[in-house]
């Protein structure tokens, strides 16, 4: 007789609230899943321009020939200057982009949980039923 009290779909359902639990822990997203944004940031009056993408990664440093004019340590600060301005911008701009898309884990996780309660009662309703039906059939010979 097949087992009805459904092993695999409470491994299935357990697996699902093992992987919210993570991502309810802070598990850095991949940067693949990440908003297709950009940040971008500015120094020295415009002279020196950074853009950031997704993951926090470096996307192009522009400098406008003036800049080469200044000491190496004042580029070099304007650079960093720039670059931070870049990545804030790139965290706005990604937590706006995601606020839309935002999804409560917490509450997500309950549900889950509800529906792999739920439903492991009903497999065993349906269980205790297909077997009171055999016995049935098998008393009726």
Same mark, same amino acid.
Do not use: C, W
């Given at each position: 007789?097949a087992?009805?009290?459904g092993? @695999?779909l409470? =491994?299935?359902?357990t697996?699902?609230?093992r992987?919210?639990?993570s991502m +309810?822990?802070? /598990? #850095?997203?991949d940067?693949?899943d990440?908003? @297709? !944004?950009?940040? %971008?940031?500015e120094? #020295? @009056?415009?002279?020196?321009k !950074?853009?950031? $993408?997704?993951?926090?990664?470096? *996307? #192009? %440093?522009?400098?406008?020939?003036?800049a080469?004019?200044?000491?190496?340590?004042?580029?070099?600060? =304007?650079?960093?200057a720039?670059?931070?301005?870049a990545?804030?911008?790139?965290?706005? *701009?990604?937590a706006?982009?995601g606020? &839309?898309?935002? %999804?409560? %884990? /917490?509450?997500?996780s309950?549900q !889950? $949980?509800q529906?792999?309660?739920?439903?492991? +009662?009903?497999?065993? &309703?349906?269980?205790?039923?297909?077997s009171?039906?055999?016995?049935?059939?098998?008393?009726?010979?």
């Open positions: 007789m087992d009805f009290s092993p @695999d409470d =491994h299935m359902l697996e699902a609230r992987t919210l639990a +309810r822990s802070g /598990a #850095a997203p940067p693949e990440l908003p @297709d !944004v950009e940040g %971008v940031g120094a #020295a @009056d415009g002279y020196v !950074v853009t950031a $993408e997704p993951g926090g990664r470096l *996307k #192009a %440093v522009q400098l406008n020939p003036r080469m004019r200044m000491a190496s340590e004042e580029l070099g600060e =304007h650079l960093v720039a670059a931070n301005a990545l804030a911008d790139l965290r706005a *701009k990604s706006d982009a606020a &839309a898309e935002a %999804v409560d %884990v /917490a509450a997500l309950q !889950v $949980e529906v792999q309660n739920e439903g492991m +009662r009903q497999m065993a &309703a349906i269980s205790q039923a297909v009171d039906a055999i016995s049935k059939i098998g008393g009726s010979r």
